[in-house]
Structure formats: structure tokens, C-alpha cells
């Protein structure tokens, strides 16, 4: 079952692929407690990484095992019918990770799931709020570990469509706490790469966590300016877009890597006010990559006390999460679990995690050459979404 073997520098990348996925599972496998679930857990690793095409487990057990009927079931068992938990296995994912580079944030980012018919967990009309449009299948939200040139995710949710206790926002929310529970290591700060979602409640409860975050918010979000409601001057409030214009004149320079072009250096223009906000004193800080225009982007956070500069090259983890999401997807086939199992799904994306990570270990999850703008790219604003839940 080994991951590939040869000479040359194609044997050398295979070598170091096969030590990484050996070192990883030998790293978070310990809760299953069984030498069997382990030795089953290395072969789906290994055939998300090896398969070509579509993951389903008819193809794995075709490529890492015997490929008859009874290794289908077995594999089939291993994650649809078994009772392993998941979390344990994230857990050390993210203790793993910790470990062999200090964590600079955790960015949360919608994994829309295209997916027609009635035979996949959470399949419904959706709203994919990077698009800004509706799509038929699965929402999940990604929980992602940054550390330098890291992106890897470890953590998932699943949003439950008609679910009146599980809005939009609180599904984003529950991911990324559940696996900051299990971290260690100190607190860091969340990085909320999902549109409208710094509501009231959501700044709330990050509050009473005491988790520091960084959201994305729209520039027509409304705030008033603290300087001003001190002052008794101008307590009307005022449009994120507003603010920023009204402090650009305190706008630095700023250089920042590039996602999409690894060394390649951008620069932006960055300025932060406080502000209240969701009934909090908070910081809002924008990006300008045309001194002339508006501000292409504006987030909030609670660290109201960090340096703007800081706090928008930490936003651009975003990127790299995007970059490395786009990329991996359909490598280790985050998108390719089918079957009405919500444990199936949930043990499906934790191993295709810890795929993902195996790749970024050894190297070989390289990003295909992109042309790069003349000037840093930003998404577009998506329409605002549809109330939660959608």
C-alpha cells in the first residue's frame, strides 16, 4: 500500500508524500483504538491522495486494497457504519500542526457543495455567499489552520438546512469553537472570511468566548465612529465605507505577499478607527489599493489595541486559504462523500483533512502558475444573502 515508489526526483516526492501521510496518521490516529480502524484510516488516507478522479470508496478500495466486493464494504463500514469519533482525530490534527509551526489564526471560510437528488446529508437550496447566489446542495464552513506558508483545514460543519435552532451564522460559529477548545496552546484569533456575518449576536458570542476576532463586514455596514460619539459631535451612524473615507488621511503604506504569487510582494494602503459596532467598542480597519478610490475591503475586530498594518496582512491568510482550497479540493476530495451518514460526511472530511495536510507536509500540493494583476485582487461583493437560515 505504499503511496508510490521510484527513481529520480518523481521517487524522491513520492518518498517524502509516503513519509508524510506515515508520520501524520502515526500522529492522530491514536484514538482508534483498534489496530484494524488505524490500518484502515492510513488506506483511506492514502487513496484520497492516490486515486485519480472522483474519491468514492469503490474506487479506493480498488486502488489500496483488494478492490472486491468485500474490501468495498469493509472500507464502506470503516466510515459510514463504524463508531470512531471524529473529533479526537482533529484534535491532534491541530495539536500536530501546532507543534511544527506556531498558529497565526484561524480562518473560517463556506465550502458551498454542488449536489442534485436526495441521497447526500444536507443537500438543499443553498446560498453560496461568495457567489452571491443560490445553488442546489451542501453548505459546510471550514475551519483552517494558518502558520506561515501553511493552510490546511481541521475542522468542518455541516450547516442543517431547517434546522430552527442552527442559523446560518451559529453553524459558522460552532465550527471553529469546537476545534479552538481542542488547541492548546493559547488563544488565537479567528479570522471570519464570510460576508455579513459580523452580526450582534455574532460579536456576542466571541465576546463571551473570549476568542479575538477578525470579520469581513459589508461597506454599508452601519457604526458611529467613537471619537465622535465622545465628543457629542456626530453620534449619527455612519457607513463602513463612510468612516474609512473620513480617516484617510491616516492611511500607511503596507506590503504584503501574494497568495496567488509565492515571494511576489503587493502593496495597500491601510487605516483604522474605533468604532461601536454590534453594541461594542471595536476597530474598523479598510484597504485602499487606489489612494484615489474607496476602500476595496473593511473588517472589524475586538483586538482594537493591534496595528492596523498587522491586522490586514493577517486577513490575508484569507487568500491562501482560498488558494489552498481551490487547489486541494478535488485532490484529496473534500467534496466526494455521498450518503445520507451526517458521521459518514464528518469522517470523510477529517481524513481528506489529514490528506490535505500530508500534502502540504511533503510539498506536493503546489498551486498550478497563475498571471498575476497589475494591482491585488479582492472579491467582488457578494448581494446580501438570504436570512438565516436559507
Not at 454590534?278 to 489599493?289: D, I, N, V
Request: with cysteine; aromatic share 6%.
Amino acid at each position: 500500500m505504499d503511496i508510490g515508489t521510484g527513481t529520480g526526483s518523481g521517487g524522491a516526492r513520492r518518498g517524502r508524500l509516503d513519509e508524510a501521510v506515515e508520520e501524520l496518521c502515526g500522529a492522530v490516529f491514536p484514538s482508534l483504538r483498534r489496530r484494524d480502524q488505524r490500518e484502515r484510516g492510513r488506506q483511506y488516507v492514502r487513496g484520497l491522495i492516490t486515486v485519480e478522479g472522483r474519491k468514492s470508496i469503490r474506487n479506493m478500495a480498488h486502488q489500496t486494497g483488494g478492490g472486491g466486493p468485500a474490501e468495498e464494504q469493509a472500507l464502506h463500514h470503516f466510515i459510514a457504519g463504524s463508531t470512531w469519533e471524529w473529533q479526537p482525530i482533529r484534535a491532534a490534527l491541530t495539536r500536530y500542526l501546532t507543534g511544527a509551526a506556531p498558529l497565526n489564526a484561524w480562518v473560517v471560510q463556506p465550502m458551498a457543495i454542488p449536489r442534485g437528488g436526495e441521497h447526500s446529508v444536507g443537500v438543499g437550496n443553498r446560498f453560496d455567499p461568495y457567489q452571491g447566489q443560490m445553488f442546489q446542495g451542501q453548505q459546510a464552513f471550514g475551519t483552517w489552520f494558518t502558520s506561515g506558508g501553511v493552510a490546511t483545514p481541521v475542522g468542518w460543519r455541516m450547516h442543517r438546512e431547517g434546522d430552527p435552532d442552527e442559523s446560518y451564522e451559529s453553524c459558522a460559529l460552532a465550527g471553529v469553537a469546537e476545534i479552538a477548545r481542542s488547541a492548546g496552546g493559547g488563544v488565537r484569533p479567528v479570522v471570519l472570511d464570510v460576508p455579513d456575518i459580523a452580526t450582534r449576536a455574532t460579536v456576542s458570542r466571541f465576546a463571551q468566548a473570549r476568542v479575538p476576532l477578525v470579520a469581513r463586514v459589508g461597506a454599508g455596514a452601519r457604526m458611529v465612529p467613537v471619537d465622535a460619539r465622545r465628543s457629542g459631535s456626530g453620534a449619527v451612524p455612519m457607513t463602513a465605507r463612510d468612516v474609512l473615507q473620513s480617516v484617510r488621511g491616516l492611511r500607511a503604506p503596507l506590503e504584503w505577499v501574494d497568495p496567488d504569487r509565492p515571494g511576489a510582494r503587493r502593496s495597500s494602503l491601510v487605516a483604522g478607527v474605533r468604532v461601536l459596532f454590534a453594541g461594542r467598542e471595536m476597530l474598523l480597519f479598510g484597504e485602499w489599493t487606489d489612494a484615489r478610490r474607496q476602500p476595496v475591503q473593511a473588517w472589524v475586530t475586538d483586538l482594537t489595541r493591534a496595528a492596523p498594518a498587522a491586522l490586514l496582512r493577517m486577513t490575508k491568510e484569507t487568500g491562501r486559504v482560498s488558494r489552498a482550497a481551490g487547489t486541494s479540493l478535488g485532490r484529496v476530495g473534500l467534496r466526494d462523500f455521498t450518503g445520507r451518514s451526517p458521521a459518514g460526511w464528518h469522517r470523510h472530511v477529517t481524513l481528506a483533512s489529514v490528506a490535505h495536510a500530508a500534502l502540504w507536509q511533503s510539498g506536493a500540493l503546489t498551486p498550478p502558475p497563475t498571471t498575476p494583476p497589475a494591482t491585488p485582487t479582492t472579491r467582488p461583493t457578494p448581494r446580501p444573502r438570504c436570512p438565516s437560515p436559507c
